[in-house]
């Protein structure tokens, strides 16, 4: 399953509403560490079709970011049933991204 580009205006029906466990990638253009992490995040939501892997760019949707109380980037959230289940803030590797879903 491809990375899926959320905005304000499908939230609610591509996280919320989800019925797999959402793995969202706050991220920015001109954040190296997010240039970094983003080919994990890519390879995780092509290997695990039990997920929904999300990003969300920070400069084109901050309410969405201060929703979360994201104050850094790259900032990993893990969603379950429209719920917050887990959180990691910088670069972390893939084994622990999939340890928090």
Request: glycine share 6%; charged share 25%.
């Amino acid at each position: 399953m491809s990375v899926i580009t959320v905005t304000s205006q499908n939230f609610e029906t591509e996280v919320t509403a989800s019925e797999k466990p959402v793995l969202i990638d706050f991220w920015a253009s001109w954040c190296g560490p997010c240039r970094m992490l983003s080919p994990v995040v890519d390879e995780i939501a092509e290997e695990r079709t039990d997920i929904k892997v999300c990003k969300i760019n920070v400069d084109d949707e901050p309410e969405l970011a201060g929703r979360f109380g994201v104050m850094s980037i790259p900032t990993l959230v893990v969603l379950i049933g429209g719920q917050l289940r887990n959180k990691s803030v910088g670069v972390v590797p893939k084994d622990k991204i999939l340890s928090m879903l």
